[in-house]
């Protein structure tokens, strides 16, 4: 244990100039999720402890200390499987607090987690802990979880690619005290029509992402948005409506955090063609060329990945 006072800053500087060829090399030994020596940052999924992987679960299970996101964690989920272990909430608390907390702990030989809400490579800002931490000579690595516009998408009994209705999905934010005006892309993405714009931290921006999309030309106000408040929590909330009206249902239920904001036709499961994979692919015949996808089913079942939707 040291009372050595850490340099966070210096470790993110130092991974600067990293390029793809000078990964670390454990990016070879280990598959995603492999319990690995160190801290392990475990996405804790979207809040129903049962979303939690199992793997995350078994390390939860076995932790002295676990350091938690905060409200973003559910309670529910706390009980269930840390009530044995230390558990100290993040939140308000800067790098140069929670390293050496993270760092003493596992050298004193305290079985550590970081436990991040949904997905840690998801708006999780898990990375600068990990360098800070390896910078101090503590390993740590992630363990992936269902991030919370999954949870969204399956509440809404929908999916975010859609045949025929979303191509693409974009995970997003909106404009705010950690992203300038000019880097928010919102508008862009809802604009291109085929995809389904997923809104990460912006439940209290609802109205005012939704105006400015009123504002820009081509962009429909009839578009569909489905607003998932606490998805998979028991007071799990949908709001539905489209680009004009949702603003002020958002307002009226005066929700102002944690919730999913989800802009395009995929948020309501309609208007979606018959998909490849169950179609013409599989029943051995041609498809249409023109959709870039394998012209015949003999080409398709040698690749281990065809371009049909799962
Ligand atoms: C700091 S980000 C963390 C995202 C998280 N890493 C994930 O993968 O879901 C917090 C935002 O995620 C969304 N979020 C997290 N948990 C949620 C849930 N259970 N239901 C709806 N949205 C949630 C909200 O938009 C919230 O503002």
Redesign the pocket.
Known sequence: MTDDPVDSQASIDAVGDRTADELDPRVHEYTAGEEQEGIPFI?AG??DPGLLTVRGKELVDEADLVVH?GS?V?SALLVEHCADAELVNSVGKDLEELIPLMRDAHESGRTVVRL??????????ALEQIDALESEGVPAYIVP?????F??AATLRTQLTLNGVANHVAFT?PRGKTLDAEDDHVAEFVEMGDVTTC?????HAVSDTMDRLLDRDGIDPETPVAV??????DD?DVITGSIADIGEKVESVGYR?????LIGEAATGAGYERSFLYGDWANGGATDAANGEPDDAADAAETTETEADD
């Open positions: 996405g979207p809040g996101a973003l559910s991040h809400s949904g997905d840690p490579a998801v708006y999780g800002a979880g269902v991030t919370s516009s949870a969204a934010r809104i990460y931290l912006g439940t998932v408040y606490h998805a998979s929590w799990e955090a944690s919730a999913m904001v």
